[in-house]
Each structure stands twice: as C-alpha cells, then as structure tokens.
C-alpha cells in the first residue's frame, strides 16, 4: 500500500496540467510527459531485457495496448504461469488481457490506484509507465530486504556495505552519488576484480566511469545498458527511479554472493554465540574449583576445638578468627554471589541462543557448592562463642591456680616446723610449770590448727574445682595438695599423741600461768582474724559489672567498719601481755623469756595489725580502679548498643525494601535498573558505619565485655544481615539485567514485560518473588493451557531444569516468550552451512577459510568430523553431524 500511495504522489501531482498527447517533444516543466520521455527509454530497454525470447518492445504506449506483450512480461519477471490470454483482436479481447494482467499484479498484493485496463488499452502514458514502475517495484526491488529493512532502504543499505572499502565512493542516496560513476565501478570490482582495473579510474571523468560500467555490465554480467552516461552527467539530479532499477539489476545478479555472505554472517554468529558460552562454562569451573577447595581447606581449622593451656594462646586463636571474617571470609562471600549470577546469566544465554542448559561438573552444580557453603558455616557456628568460654575458663583457671598457690604457700609456711614441734619429748624433764605450760601451748596449737582447719578443706576445694575445670598443670595441683593433706593428716595425728602424753602428766602439773593461757586465747584467734585480713585485703578478684565490683566495694567498707573493735581487741592482748610483763618484773617469776603457751608475740602482732592497716588503702584503690574500667566496659556495651539497634532494623529495612522492590513493577526495566544500582550504592555507602560498630566489637572483646544487656543484636548478626542485604541486591540487579537481556533477544515490549509480571505476582500468593509448581500450574491453566501430566512435567523441565522445585520471575518470561521466539535452529546453520559448501554434502577447510573469519573457521575445521558418505572427496568435512551438536549433547 505504501508503495501504491507513493506511486500515486509520483506519477499524478495534483498541480501537473494534463496532456493528451503521447508522443510529446516538448521539454518545458509544464508537460509531464516531457518529463516521463527519459524513464520511458529506460522501461523500454528493462521490459524488451526482460522479455526477449523474439518480443520485440519499441513503444510503451503501443506494444501493451493488447496486453499480450504484458502478460508475457509478467509471466518472465515472476517465474509464474498467467491465464490463457484472448487472441481477438477486438477491444473488448485487449481489455480481458489487460485486466488478467492486472488481476495477477492484485494478486501479489499491490493494490493498483487510479490505473485501469481502459487507460491500458488506450495508449495512456502515464497510467502504463505508472503500471511498468508498480511490476519494477513488486518484482525486481520490493523483494530486496537487508536486515529487515524496507527495499529501498535495504537497497542503499547493501551497495553503502560493498562499496565501504572503496576511496572516493560514498553512496547515501540513488540520485547524485551515483553521477561520478565510481559507485557503479566500485560494485563490479567488489564481486568481479578482474572486469574492472579500479585503480586507474579517476573522479573527475565521470563519463568514462559511466560507459566503462554500463559496457562491463551489459557484456559479463547480463546486465541491460538501461541508462545513458550524457542523460546521468547532464542532469543535475539523476531519476532516483531510473538509478534504483539499474542497481537493483546488480543486486539480483550478485544475490548468489550476497546469500554466501549471509550463511557466513549467520555461522559467525552462531559460533561466536558458542565460543562465549564455552569461555563461561571454563570461568564457572575454575571459580567453583578454587571456592570449594577453599572450603575444603578452611572446615578443619573451624572444626578443631582443641583448647589451648594458656590466655595467650587462645587470644590468638579468636585474633585469627577475627581476621577470617573480616579479612578472608567476604571476599568468598562475593565469590560465591558471583558464581550464582555466572551461572544464571549462562543459563539465560544459553536458553536465548536455544541451547541446551549448562550442567557443571559432578560436585560443582550451584547446590553441591550451596551445601558446602551451609557445611561451612555449620563449622563456623559456635566457633567463636568456644573460643570466649575458652578464654574465660581459662581466666577462671589462673585465677583459681594463682588462689590456691598463694593459699598453700600460706598454709606451708604455717606448718613448717609442727612436725618437729609435736615430737619433741621436752615434757618428759619438765617441772610442773613447765608440763602445765606445755600442756596449755598444746590447748593453744589445737585452737591454732582447728582454726587452719578451713583453709586445708578451703586448699582442698580449689584443686578439686581445677580439676573439674580441666586445668592443664592439675598433677602438679593434685600432688601439692595431696602433700598438704597427708602432711594434715600427720599432724592431727601428732597433735593427738602429744596431747595424750601431755594429759597423762597434767596430773603431776598443777601450777600454770592463766595470763599467759589467755594471752594465747586471745592472740591466737586475733592472729587468725588478723592473716585471714591480710589475705582477703590482697585477694585478687574478677569482676564483669558494675553491680559485682560494688557489692565487692560495700564489703569492703563493712569489713573498715570493724576495725575500731578489733584495735580494742589488739590493745587488750597487748593489755594482757604488760600484765604478764609487769608481773615478772614485780614477782621476779623465772620464765623462758617467751610465752610457753604460743608463739605470737607482740612485735609480731602489732606487725600484722600494721600490714593489715597499710592493706586498706592498697585495697580501696584498687576497687576504685575496677571500678572506673567497669564504668568504661558499661561505655562501651551502651556505645556498641546505640549503633547496633540503628544499624539492625536498617538492614532488616533494607531488606524488606528489596524484597517489594523485586515484585512491584514501577517504569522500565532500564528505570529499575538504575534505581536498584542507585540504591545498592546508597547501601555500600553505609559500608562506614559497619565498619565504625566492628571497631567498636573490637574494642568491647578486647576489654573481655560477655554480654551486653542494651542491645539483643551481636556482632555477627550484624555481620551476616549486612552479607545477605549485599548478596539480595546483587541477585535483584541480576534478575532485572537478565530480563532486560531476554527482552532484548525476545522482542518483548515493556507492556509484555508488566503483563508476565502482573501474573506473576498475582499467583505468588506469598509474596516471596517464587511460584511453586501448583501456583505455576494454576497460572498456566488461568492463561487457557490445557495441561496433563505429562505436558505439565515437560513445562516444569524448561521452567526448572534443575529441579529446585520453584519457577522464578526470569525463567517465567523465557517460557513464555519462547514459543513466538525467533532463534536459531540446527536446520537454519545447516542450510548456511550448505550454502557456503555451494550445495554439496559435505564442506572443505579452504571453503569454511575463504568465507568465515581465520578464528571461527579455524574453530570448525577443529571440531567438524570427516564426511564418510559415498560422494565425499579427501579432505571432506561433515557440517551437518557439527550442526546438530551445536544444538545438542556434545563434547564441543
């Protein structure tokens, strides 16, 4: 129809004055059969070209008047038999063949305007030149298409692409680039070289460009010299109609070499289709090698619990964890995500190029690195909270080793020298005063040793908690104590030798000084009081709050609280000892110089009280120190607290974001694109302040802060949201450039593209951006399928090659989109390939070198088995079994 409107505007201007003449001479712009008179010269020479076979054809407005001439014109340009014609000679015969003739042309859908058999018959010119353009244009140009373009467009198109490689040719129209001659050279030395010497043309004699065209054409090509040199260089403007039908003759004459040049084309595109995805299924293999062998090698570190002895070693241990998941884990995190979208973009590749879909190597398919992922962080979990509880038993450890060292060394010293003590036999040449005071010394040690009795069980205690605690040094502990109550158990036992001894001679004992008996009553258990002082004032403690270092802190100030009383009681021993003192001085009592009945003197007791008085303010010191390092640990719980609950709901947020921002359908998909990479940005801007709370968890696990009641978000909660809001928008970018890609290779236009999504999420009844298979089923039989089983399964083959049991958005348009597909097939690259093979079973390596790029028909040679039918030669190559392969199950 176009076509037909353009003719009419062309052939019939409204402001054209009519003229009744048919042979007109004159050259004025009023006449317009004036201006048919040169193009009436050039349909002549087309249609007598065309017809021959003996037809003679000198007049146009003549020799189609009958119609005979015109339907054998007709039956020669189209290959195709017309009705029998009317051989009468009667107006009414001239007009039945004219009006076949006309039927035929309606037939191939050219809609005639304004051109009747009447017109015909009368020898009207412009209807019967109109008539001759409208058969040119049907059959000689309109079939013309290059690139699914238009024939006029698709014309220009081919002769621009032959004559690129030509200096001084630049063909952009069918009028003036065609006057200097060059372009009509340029085409014949493009196919045929050895017509035409091009080098020796020059731009400036056009004329001789012309002639030597036209001669070259119409004596080795066939080609009928339809225009005129002087006509082209004389006119300012050459008929873009006249130069249109002479090039189209050069087309249809090199259309053998232009269908080579296509079947290449094609085979270059298919190879290079194949090429690439061979170059992905490498990529994907090595990626998913390294990533697994990766996991394989970093399972048994995470999986080993074997403790170390010391604080050190296992600070060590949590150091390296810490540079794991911040140094080595996330960059195999990323690589994990880009191994999925590799795959899925392979795969989608692969579907658009309808080829079948990539299977991985046995163990590397996306699920079997999935599961060594899941087994992975299997081992992970738990690893670090081990190693806390590691750190703090062991902490626990030295503390109650360091107690039970301080405890035993006390207790050693206590008993140094007992033994000998309660051996000796000095009782046996004793006075009575002497018996009497040995026998209170003893009352005195067994007081002392009831009173030591708490720390030996206290001794006792700490080594059977190190044990349980698995200390590593417990044989050491376990001997030490063992020693210690044997050596208890001895002294018992001495003590109750000694006191029976003793009790045997106290009758003979009468006399016994009461001030030195309580002297040692009193001085003993002060003593204890005084020792038990000292060693809780340097008591090492561990505190993890604030509450525990303040409970530990009003202890203290009750234990201050009880001093005054027992400064009296440290005044009335002493009180007790002048008394003795003053007595001996008064009576003149004949004493040892020491206290029979114990060993604690005053220099020694004042000491003590001393030490215990110096102890005091070492101790408020030191609480007031824990105490400010508790306050800064509550600093730092709260400061990790305020970040981490912002920072919590934000990736949960996000996520959530994401999640409506894949199922909704807002603009284009190059809109949704932008704004996802734009929003992935504003997300890996936030990056800082995942960095800012690590600083801050490590400062926390560095001052041994346990838990943190402010906040019910840790570190690696933190850690593993940020991964899967950084992994989510990753995938959601992938899915919208996959579906941009599927649309660009299917043709889908964005109003498709929101209809495939419409239904989609109308049948994802959880809302999750995945059908399951009754929901995909439900969908399909909404959209008028008529499913069975059977048909069903297969469906699900396609949707879910590798049956996980769920459609996505992506391979849901590939399904519906691949029944209209236009893809390419075995048979279309076979027939190509036949083509090049110049109609032969079979093709050579110097044919697939002479018309495909050196890497691609390198690639082919390689890959193409020899030919063994009965018609092959040496060197045969079978192009149709390499076709099929492309298309199927191979090892190419």
Known sequence: ENVQILYKHLWFPKDEPPCNTIQCKQRNSGCLISKLAPFKNLYIKYTHVTVKAGTQIENIEEDFRDGLKLML????????????????????????????????????????????????????????????????????????????????????????????????????????SWKDGLGFCALIHRHRPELIDYGKLRKDDPMTNLNTAFDVAEKYLDIPKMLDAEDIVGTARPDEKAI????????????????????????????????????????????????????????????????ENTMQAMQQKLEDFRDYRRLHKPPKVQEKCQLEINFNTLQTKLRLSNRPAFMPSEGKMVSDINNAWGNLEGAEKGYEEWLLNEIRRLERLDHLAEKFRQKAAIHEAWTEGKEDMLQKRDYETASLSEIKALLKKHEAFESDLA?????????????????????????????????????????GALTQKRSEALQRTEKLLETIDQLYLEFAKRAAPFNNWMEGAM???????????????????????????????ADKERLAILGIHNEIAKIVQTYHVNIAGTNPYTTINPQEINAKWDKVRQLVPQRDQALIEEHARQQNNERLRRQFANQANVIGPWIQTKMEEIGRISIEMHGTLEDQLTHLRQ????????????????????????????????????????????????????????????????????????????????????????????????????????MG????????????????????????????????????????????????????????NYILADELRRELPPDQAEYCIARMAPYTGPDGVPGALDYMSFSTALYGESDL
């Open 244 to 307: 249109m039908t002479y090039v189209s003759s050069f087309y249809h004459a090199f259309s053998g070499a232009q269908k080579a040049e296509t079947a290449a084309n094609r085979i270059c595109k298919v190879l290079a289709v194949n090429q690439e995805n061979e170059q992905l299924m490498e990529d994907y293999e090595k990626l998913a090698s390294d990533l697994l062998e990766w996991i394989r090698r970093t399972i048994p570190w995470l999986e080993n619990r074997m403790p």
């Open 73 to 176: 014109l007709l039956e020669v340009i189209s290959g195709e038999r017309l009705a029998k014609p009317e051989r009468g000679k009667m107006r009414v015969h001239k007009i039945s063949n004219v009006n076949k003739a006309l039927d035929f042309i309606a037939s191939k859908g050219v809609k005639l305007v304004s051109i009747g058999a009447e017109e015909i018959v009368d020898g009207n010119a412009k209807m019967t030149l109109g008539m001759i353009w409208t058969i040119i244009l049907r059959f000689a140009i309109q079939d013309i298409s290059v690139e699914e373009t238009s024939a006029k467009e698709g014309l220009l198109l081919w002769c621009q692409r032959k004559t690129a490689p030509y200096k001084n040719v630049n063909i952009q129209n069918f009028h003036i």
């Open 679 to 782: 929003y992935e940005k504003s997300i890996v801007n936030y990056k800082p302040k995942i960095d800012q709370l690590e600083g801050d968890h490590q400062l926390i696990q560095e001052a041994l802060i346990f838990d943190n009641k402010h906040t019910n978000y840790t570190m690696e909660h933190i850690r593993v949201g940020w991964e899967q809001l950084l992994t989510t928008i990753a995938r959601t970018i992938n899915e919208i450039e996959n579906q941009i890609l599927t649309r660009d290779a299917k043709g889908i236009s964005q109003e498709q593209l929101n209809e495939f999504r419409a239904s989609f999420n109308h049948f994802d009844r959880k809302r999750t951006g995945i059908m399951d298979p009754e929901d995909f089923k439900t969908c399909l039989i909404s």
């Open 785 to 840: 399928y008529n499913l069975g089983e059977n048909e069903f399964s297969r469906i699900m083959s396609i949707v879910d090659p590798n049956r996980m049991g769920l459609v996505t958005f992506q391979a849901f348009i590939d399904f519906m989109s691949r029944e209209t597909a236009d893809t390419d097939t075995a048979d279309q690259v076979m027939a190509s390939f036949k083509v090049l093979a110049g109609d032969k």
């Open 451 to 491: 009173a030591h009795q708490d720390r030996v069980e206290q001794i006792a205690a700490i080594a059977q908690e190190l044990n349980e605690l698995d200390y590593y040094d417990s044989p050491s502990v376990n001997a030490r104590c063992q020693r210690i109550c044997d050596q208890w158990d001895a002294l």
């Open 535 to 565: 060693e809780d004032l340097q008591d090492t403690f561990i505190v993890h709050t604030i509450e525990e270092i303040q409970g530990l802190s009003t202890a203290h100030e009750q234990f201050k609280a009880t001093l005054p009383e």
